[in-house]
């Protein structure tokens, strides 16, 4: 049975933490995350770059210093997932081990000194498991994937949910180093002849390529670094694809010491980075994609998708996110309440501001143990930098600015010059007057948003309407009348509330 087709029993609760370990061609990396769920949350993340494949498409053997590398940092990585209790740990390796004549060695000395259980991932499922890893963190992920690492590409085609054509190809950086000539034009036909073969390469032309792996993920922090963009978060870092072309094509030119000095490199990808950069260029060139849509989810996320059961893969990864986040942080709850009770003031959204509108609820109480003067700030800090999958970095910002007109009433502050600027002024006001209405429920019922059940929040002709119930179990005050106030402006309304001696 195919790797990412396989299903396993990791507990009876799905919050037992899970290590997963990806031994790569140029890197290996030991992830923990707090379990088995929609949208796990990496609760310990270490890489080391050992160069494990290097020498491999030359010797047939895996690199001996990357081996003892490798080794050692296994068995560490083992004694971490020990001591913080991890429940299950699963070992993948990809290409490196794969192909070398000695992996099989390689493996039995793993087994015998870490104690860790290795499985090879056959090309296929390599990009498969890729595949299904921008899918559980981009669900309406159209086009092409791609997966860079050390010694292999992958690349699938994914459309509604699923996954066509695939294929993996020997053009990973490494591997690339190896073909004996640094001339700049003899790699890139050595390139475009294996992109060529893959005439289905095309039928993505128009729709959107998802790179992944760390080697483009390089790529895109110069490229923040380069224009300056407000928030440094890989997932959903979207670029139009001639100007991602363009720019990969300037970084395949580069010298290491170049690279090293532009702001944002990295001084251990500076060598694999341009041989990265001309298949991400090349690549551009072959399919014709409209825009790049990076992604911070791949092989490692793929099994963990692989492991849950269908209703579960089917869950909003957002708002499973933003539900686990409020059950750790928040007071009571409360969140159908808040999104039924604001409903009526956005008559007539689309599903996209209704998503938003239901993280939002699900996000409103998650600095309430702060100290008052820091929690519109730390409110929005958190959300704009939370890894958060299913949302772009123009929605993380709307929910950013939310969760700041929530705690402080207002959305001008200079520090949010960085989030409205990826937001239109439209959705500014949407934001200003969602925050507002979190706000004022909060403060209507103590943070038991279930009490709002027995009031109403509506527009009536030019005011907007705050009705109580008739016995008194919910009443106003002098901080309610403010709230209602500051939200009718918001709404070019008058407030008026309605109930028992009013």
């Not at 579960?312 to 969140?335: F, H, K, V, W, Y």
């Amino acid at each position: 049975m195919p790797l990412a087709q396989q299903r396993a029993v990791v507990g009876e609760s799905p919050s037992e933490r899970i290590a997963v370990i990806d031994i790569g061609s140029n890197s290996i990396r030991l992830v923990v995350y707090d379990g088995v769920k929609r949208a796990p949350l990496p609760v310990f993340n270490e890489k080391v770059l050992c160069g494990l494949g290097r020498g491999v498409a030359r010797t047939g053997q895996l690199h001996p210093d990357g081996k003892r590398q490798a080794v050692e940092n296994l068995t560490r990585f083992r004694q971490l997932a020990d001591g913080m209790r991890v429940g299950r740990i699963d070992v993948l390796a990809t290409a490196a081990v794969r192909e070398a004549a000695d992996g099989p060695a390689f493996i039995d000395e793993v087994e015998r000194t870490a104690g860790l259980t290795i499985r090879i991932v056959a090309g296929e499922d390599e990009a498969r498991l890729a595949a299904l890893g921008v899918l559980s963190g981009t669900p309406e992920a159209v086009g092409l994937v791609g997966d860079m690492g050390g010694g292999s590409l992958e690349l699938v085609q994914v459309d509604a949910g699923g996954m066509r054509n695939h294929v993996t190809l020997p053009l990973g950086p490494l591997r690339l180093m190896e073909q004996g000539t640094t001339r700049h034009n003899a790699l890139v036909r050595y390139v475009d002849q294996h992109l060529e073969e893959r005439g289905w390469l095309t039928q993505v032309r128009g729709q959107s390529f998802y790179p992944v792996g760390g080697s483009w993920r390089a790529l895109a922090k110069l490229h923040m670094e380069h224009v300056n963009h407000p928030v440094h978060i890989i997932h959903h870092y979207t670029m139009a694809a001639v100007d991602a072309r363009d720019f990969a094509a300037f970084l395949a030119t580069q010298s290491k010491s170049s690279l090293e000095k532009m702001p944002g490199g990295s001084r251990r990808r500076s060598d694999t980075l341009p041989y990265a950069a001309l298949v991400f260029e090349r690549l551009l060139r072959a399919a014709g994609p409209a825009r790049v849509v990076f992604s911070a989810y791949g092989l490692r996320e793929g099994h963990m998708f692989s492991l849950l059961p269908p209703e579960e893969q089917r869950r909003d990864p957002l708002i499973a996110a933003c539900t686990d986040l409020a059950e750790r942080m928040g007071r009571s709850g409360g969140t159908e309440a808040l999104f039924s009770w604001t409903g009526g003031l956005f008559a007539g959204e689309d599903e996209a501001m209704r998503r938003l509108r239901e993280a939002s609820c699900h996000l409103s109480d998650i600095a309430w143990a702060e100290h008052p003067d820091y929690r519109a700030e730390l409110a929005y800090l958190r959300v704009l930098r939370f890894p958060f999958p299913g949302v772009d970095h123009g929605e993380r910002a709307f929910l950013a600015l939310v969760g700041h007109a929530r705690y402080a009433g207002s959305l001008d502050s200079p520090g949010l010059l960085p989030a409205r600027g990826m937001v239109s002024e439209g959705m500014v006001a949407k934001a200003l007057v969602l925050g507002l209405a979190l706000r004022l429920g909060h403060t209507l019922t103590g943070g038991a948003a279930s009490l709002l059940s027995r009031t109403t929040l509506k527009p009536a002709g030019d005011d907007l309407l705050l009705t109580l119930p008739e016995d008194g179990s919910v009443m106003a005050g002098e901080v309610v009348e403010r709230r209602v106030n500051a939200l009718a402006a918001a709404l070019n309304r008058r407030g008026r509330i309605v109930g028992p001696g009013r």
